[in-house]
């Protein structure tokens, strides 16, 4: 009995010491000398830092940049999607809503043409658009937007008569068309100057190209030509007969030579392969949608008087012109097309002004305080011209009608609006990027 109460004794003395030691230990264990102690040891284990450490921090950091990246495409893209939905979304709301156009006449089919016209975003050629447009005739337009603009022909957008094409007439066309008017080249000097080469191009291989279409598909064509293959006349006024005194040389001669030789396709055409071709002569032509900084007698003067500025005339003011209301000409170029007549015709105004005097009539009607002074005149500018209409009042029953004041005040008012939208877009433009917003994206 004694033995096993020993044995207990032992055994309880033996297990209050583990209990003791035990204790001690998770004491020890968890004081922070401790822990400090241990943690220095463990650094020491990777001190220095092994480059394994650095590149595992690396490709954390890398991972984390590369989530990040991935969470905001996924959210650029969304907004991508939303984005073509609206668009779509307004495409849609703006084919629903239907367009207001000028007003046409119907015309059955047997009556309503095919009519092609190069060059109708120009000035001219927009007028024509206009006159055909409305009189019921499906109208297509070529041009190569060098000196026309889509917005003289914009208000015709999306009409179902109405197509316009962008194309350059030095290439060829192939389409179906009853009658063409040619108006496809620069008619401004600046404008053909620009590049005389290419001027000759458009009028002499562009021509061709719509000799060439009229004659596969049997269409009339009208050629504009111009009062510049008189050159610097030596007979007063021009009549068609007059065969012209053109340097063939000089800066003008890209032009005034394309359109001689434009002409001499024509005739070409028509004695070999039956073409039917008409060829309108123009002389000077103003109007509204004539270019602001043609470099003409007419938009100068009227710019310069707008602007109060100096109104400049070249050499000294005694050289004369005449100048057509552009929808006069318009009514010449329609009745020629509809004529059997196929020589040339003058289309112009035969009242005469000497450069000075019209420089007067501009500034009287715009008002302001411009002066009129004459500077260095220009190399080979005509002296005299003026159509003898003789022909177009015989064959057209035709002559200009519209009178100058009424037709330049119309022009006047046309560049008043014109210069205000610049000077408004100048100065939008100007706000935008001083905005602060702007400033902080161009830094
Ligand atoms: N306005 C006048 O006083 C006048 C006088 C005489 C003759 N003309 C003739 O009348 C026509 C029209 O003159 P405008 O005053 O309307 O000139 P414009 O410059 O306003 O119009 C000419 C049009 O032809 C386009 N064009 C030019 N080269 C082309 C090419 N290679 N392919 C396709 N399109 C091209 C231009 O972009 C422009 O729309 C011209 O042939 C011009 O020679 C005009």
């Not at 400090?36 to 940049?65: C, D, F, G, M």
């Not at 309108?280 to 007419?298: L, S, W």
């Not at 433009?429 to 902080?440: A, G, I, Q, T, V």
Request: aromatic share 8%.
């Amino acid at each position: 009995m004694n033995v096993i109460k020993k044995r207990i004794k032992i055994a309880v003395a033996a297990s209050a010491a583990l209990l003791m030691l035990v204790y001690l230990y998770k004491t020890l264990m968890t004081s922070p000398t401790v822990l400090i102690a241990a943690n220095s040891v463990e650094e020491q284990r990777h001190w220095p830092p092994t480059e394994h450490a650095e590149q595992r921090k690396l490709q954390n950091a890398y991972e984390a940049q590369t989530a990040l990246l991935h969470q905001q495409r996924q959210e650029m893209f969304r907004t991508k999607e939303q984005l073509a939905q609206l668009e779509e979304q307004v495409r849609s709301l703006q084919a629903s809503t239907p367009r207001k156009y000028p007003k046409v006449k119907y015309l059955n089919y047997k009556n309503r043409k095919r009519i092609l016209i190069t060059g109708g975003a120009g000035f001219v050629g927009s007028h024509l658009v206009d006159y055909l447009m409305i009189q019921g005739h499906e109208v297509i337009v070529v041009d190569n937007f060098f000196t026309g603009r889509k917005r003289n022909v914009a208000h015709w957008l999306g009409h179902e008569n109405f197509e316009l094409i962008h194309h350059d007439i030095v290439n060829p066309l192939f389409i179906e068309i009853d009658e063409i008017y040619h108006l496809a080249s620069p008619a401004s000097p600046p404008h053909y100057m620009y590049n005389p080469v290419k001027t000759i191009k458009t009028n002499t291989m562009g021509t061709i190209n719509v000799l060439g279409l009229a004659k596969r598909v049997m269409a009339k064509v009208l050629i504009a030509s111009t009062s510049e293959v008189y050159g610097d006349p030596t007979v007063h006024p021009q009549p068609e007969t007059y065969w012209g005194h053109v340097n063939p040389i000089g800066p003008r001669a890209c032009y005034d030579e394309g359109k001689r030789v434009s002409e001499t396709l024509s005739y070409a055409y028509a004695k070999q392969e039956k073409v039917q071709v008409r060829v309108a002569r123009i002389f000077n032509t103003y109007g509204p949608r004539m270019h602001m900084n043609d470099g003409r007698v007419v938009s100068n003067f009227i710019l310069q008087a707008l602007r109060n500025e100096t109104i400049t005339v070249y050499g000294n003011g005694k050289q004369t012109r005449s100048f057509q209301y552009v929808s006069d000409l318009v009514d010449g170029m329609i009745a020629l097309m509809a004529s059997n007549y196929t020589q040339p015709v003058n289309l112009g105004n035969p009242v005469e002004q000497t450069i000075e005097e019209f420089a007067h009539i501009i500034k009287q009607l715009v008002g302001g305080v411009s002066e009129v002074k004459k500077i260095k005149a220009m190399e080979d500018d005509p002296q005299r011209r003026k159509p003898d209409i003789t022909r177009a009042k015989r064959i057209l029953n035709w002559e200009p009608n519209v009178p100058l004041e009424t037709g330049l005040l119309k022009t006047i008012s046309y560049f008043r609006n014109e210069l205000a939208r610049s000077d408004r877009f100048q100065e939008n433009s100007r706000k935008y990027f001083e905005s602060p917003d702007m400033e902080r994206q161009l830094t």
